[in-house]
């Protein structure tokens, strides 16, 4: 191990020197997958174990993107499907998801929840909110915290927010649906305001974005990983900023 150490911080180094400023994405979008294979590969056995080291995983990728210039950083932790799981270990991790929004607020970072509040347990929509709000004025890195996310229920929020919108301005639907334009859905996006995700990881080697991001991912370049999250590295990290400096984006062209 002793051997490997330095061979390891050195190849790191070499990947790092390979990056450019313009080759950073703005916003990285995570898919954290892996927890429970994790464990029972670990020998842990338990989920819980998982999603604890999942969760410090966490806060090793936001420094990385804090050093390298990623400006957001949009964490899927909680599904709107996982809300579905056992009760048992839906319980522990609603519990661990709870503290890292507490750490996410001692460390500074400027967190805004994104998803639908309204379907999670009290106690963790109540985190969220009082994180946003001692949040709100810090600048530097930008931390979405997805939790109770699914995306179709992000589009379909969205245009209930715009139905809404018009509504109270008295516009007639049959107005509404002569000009609406993918803007006006996009002002009522979890993420308006925001970038779109220029680089979107997901670990433990699924090939398929599960409905994370569908509207903002148009033109996001996708890196699938083969590590289990908690094994995630930042030497894969740096091989993921590495594979999309490298490619040529068309956005659509």
């Not at 464990?39 to 174990?49: I, V, W």
């Not at 503290?99 to 963790?124: C, F, N, Q, Y």
């Amino acid at each position: 191990m002793g051997l490997r150490d330095p061979l390891y911080w050195l190849y790191e180094r070499r990947l790092e020197r390979q990056l450019t400023s313009q080759e950073i994405p703005r916003h990285v979008g995570v898919v954290m997958d892996g927890n429970r294979r994790w464990a029972k590969n670990s020998g842990l056995g338990a989920a819980e174990q998982g999603h604890r080291a999942g969760a410090d995983k966490i806060f090793e990728l936001l420094r990385w993107c804090d050093e390298l210039g990623v400006r957001v950083v949009t964490l899927w932790m909680l599904s709107t499907d996982n809300l579905s799981r056992a009760e048992d270990e839906l319980g522990a991790l609603v519990r661990i998801i709870e503290k890292a929004i507490v750490r996410l607020r001692e460390e500074g970072w400027h967190t805004r929840p994104v998803g639908a509040l309204d379907i999670l347990p009290d106690s963790t929509a109540r985190a969220l909110k009082e994180t946003q709000e001692a949040t709100s004025g810090n600048s530097g890195l930008v931390v979405n915290v997805a939790v109770g996310y699914g995306g179709r229920r992000e589009i379909a929020d969205a245009v209930r927010s715009l139905l809404h919108e018009e509504a109270t301005k008295g516009t007639e639907v049959q107005e509404l649906a002569e000009r609406l334009d993918i803007e006006d859905i996009a002002r009522h996006l979890y993420t308006r305001g925001q970038p779109d995700p220029d680089l979107l990881i997901r670990t433990s080697g699924e090939q398929r974005l599960s409905g994370f991001m569908l509207w903002q991912s148009v033109h996001s370049e996708f890196y699938f990983c083969e590590a289990h999250w908690p094994a995630f590295r930042r030497v894969d990290f740096l091989r993921a900023l590495r594979s999309y400096g490298a490619r040529n984006r068309r956005f659509g062209h």
